[in-house]
């Protein structure tokens, strides 16, 4: 089974724009906005930072990017993030991860407004999602849990293994899986033996941002896969040979997880709006 994001995605989007519409009604006519915030000139940065305020627009939302040059330093960027979780009429702030090397992303992430963090990316968000409190999720493992779930794969019980340990992604990923009662391992550049671990994989989700890096050898026949990763060619984390023939289901590359990571921002900007 194909795990179609790209579908799901557009499906939420369909549901979002009426409640949006209901949204700018009760504000008078004013359309909230996500703020997306690029640091630098990455163009993959850039590419995702344009696609997702596409998506705002699809739904009626406005976006408004903030593009700041790669010199930004920490203080001028906590400064332009302080400035945008005062206005009222921006209702999630997105700063794009990864910014240059000069600046202390973690205290610049943390000091976005928790009711605006729409991207999950706050410390203190992702405290009180790994105790099971109602907050903003990191928005790619929330949109693979959203798609997981649509697709009725029972994960209580299953052993989950993530590689890849990364603060928005890997390790928020396996905490929300331990949310659904899920088995969790968790691997990393510094794990022995990793293809030992991937063949356990009952649920296998693949976070290391390393084309094709796990083989489709290593994993367990009728296992579920998702690839996080999205490289050049169109390739992911995970080796595409035989996997339809491996998994019981999967995510394509491309059109499986991108897709949710953008439509679970925008569904959770369209919650800030109602708070
Ligand atoms: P990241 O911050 O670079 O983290 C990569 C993780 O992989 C780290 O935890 C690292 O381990 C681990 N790793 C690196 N080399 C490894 C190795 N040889 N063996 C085992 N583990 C290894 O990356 P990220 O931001 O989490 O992104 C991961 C992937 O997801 C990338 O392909 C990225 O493009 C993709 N991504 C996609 C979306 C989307 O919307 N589709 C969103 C975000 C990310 P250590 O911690 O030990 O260094």
């Given at each position: ?105 973690r205290?610049?992430f943390d000091?976005i407004?928790l009711?605006?963090d729409?991207d999950g990316v706050t410390a203190l968000g992702f405290g009180l999602m790994s105790m099971g409190e109602r907050v903003y999720g990191s928005a790619t493992p929330k949109g693979i849990i959203t ?8 994960l209580e019980?299953?052993?989950a293994?993530v590689?890849g340990r990364s603060a928005i992604l890997g390790k928020p990923m396996a905490a929300m899986l331990l949310n659904k009662n899920s088995t969790v391992t968790i691997?990393h ?16 989700v693949?976070a ?56 679970t921002?925008?569904?959770q ?7």
């Amino acid at each position: 089974m194909i795990l179609d994001g790209k579908f799901l995605a557009t499906q939420i989007e369909q549901e979002l724009k009426s409640q949006v519409q209901t949204i700018v009604q009760k504000l008078g006519g004013k359309i909230p906005v996500l703020a997306t915030i690029l640091v630098g000139e990455d163009p993959s940065s850039a590419t995702y930072v344009k696609m997702k305020g596409n998506a705002c627009r699809r739904v009626g939302l406005d976006s408004l990017p903030v593009f700041l040059p790669g010199s930004t330093t920490t203080e001028e960027l906590l400064a332009k993030i302080l400035e945008l979780n005062a206005n009222p009429l921006v209702k999630g702030i997105l700063l794009q991860h990864p910014v240059p090397k000069q600046i202390n992303e973690r205290e610049c992430f943390d000091a976005i407004d928790l009711k605006k963090d729409v991207d999950g990316v706050t410390a203190l968000g992702f405290g009180l999602m790994s105790m099971g409190e109602r907050v903003y999720g990191s928005a790619t493992p929330k949109g693979i849990i959203t798609l997981l779930e649509h697709y009725n794969i029972p994960l209580e019980g299953k052993h989950a293994v993530v590689v890849g340990r990364s603060a928005i992604l890997g390790k928020p990923m396996a905490a929300m899986l331990l949310n659904k009662n899920s088995t969790v391992t968790i691997c990393h550049s510094k794990t022995q033996n990793l293809p030992d671990f991937v063949k356990q994989a009952d649920i296998l989700v693949g976070a290391v941002g390393i084309p094709q890096f796990i083989k489709t050898e290593c994993i367990k026949k009728g296992a579920v896969v998702i690839d996080a990763g999205y490289h050049n060619g169109g390739v992911g984390d995970i080796q595409k040979e035989n996997l339809e023939s491996i998994a019981s289901a999967y995510t394509p590359v491309p059109g499986g997880v991108g897709p949710m990571t953008i439509a679970t921002l925008i569904q959770q900007t369209v919650e800030a709006c109602l708070l």
